[in-house]
């Protein structure tokens, strides 16, 4: 049984101490890793963010939520999640950045002149030598990130079967990755 009377409990009171010193879990730390101070508003996000990729995405024409985040997707390597897309529009339709109507049972989006202003200021302002993924790495790792989760499938498939024969023979393949990927990363 812990004494949380004892020394035991008299650490934690004090680790209690310290971390609500520190301003709990949104203290200090959270401040410095976090960039500070609150929330940013709406119009006042840094670049990249996603209402500037749903807008240059609809600069192209009208297009769904979903076909939204298969674009973003083929941009950026990720698919944000409907929980972040569908506020993002409703919080740009709200701002007039953008319209939204019913078609065919779904709602289809359009950039307004409001909407076309805030993304060439924001073209305007992000300079030309910001980082960018002009070489597509984002989608790579994601393939491979797929990639990786694919091969772990397989190899749970190929356990299951309890065959000896597919685990000598994954084995092989396996080990032969690992050196041909070693080879990539060490010098001869």
């Known amino acids: ?9 008299k650490s934690f009171a004090k680790a209690r101490k310290v971390f609500r010193k520190a301003g709990g879990p949104f203290g200090e730390f959270h401040r410095r890793q976090h960039g500070g101070g609150g ?12 209402k500037y990729d749903i807008l240059a995405i609809l600069w192209d024409g009208p297009r769904h939520g979903y076909d939204i985040m298969l674009t973003i997707e083929e941009q950026r390597g990720f698919r944000p999640s409907p929980g972040s897309i569908y506020p993002a529009l409703q919080m740009l339709e709200e701002g007039d950045f953008l319209t939204g109507q019913d078609v065919d049972g779904k709602r289809v989006y359009t950039i307004t002149d409001k909407g076309s202003e805030l993304l060439a200021k924001h073209r305007e302002t992000t300079p030309e030598d910001a980082p960018t993924d002009a070489t597509g790495t984002a989608p790579l790792i994601a393939r491979f990130m797929q990639t990786m989760v694919g091969i772990k499938l397989v190899l749970k498939e190929i356990s299951r079967t309890r ?26």
């Open 39 to 50: 929330r940013r508003g709406f119009g006042e996000s840094e670049r990249g963010s996603l």
């Open 163 to 188: 065959d000896v024969e597919k685990y000598t023979q994954a084995l092989a393949i396996v080990e032969r990755a690992r050196r041909d990927l070693y080879a990539l990363i060490s010098p001869e």
């Open 1 to 9: 049984m812990v004494d949380w009377q004892g020394e035991f409990g």
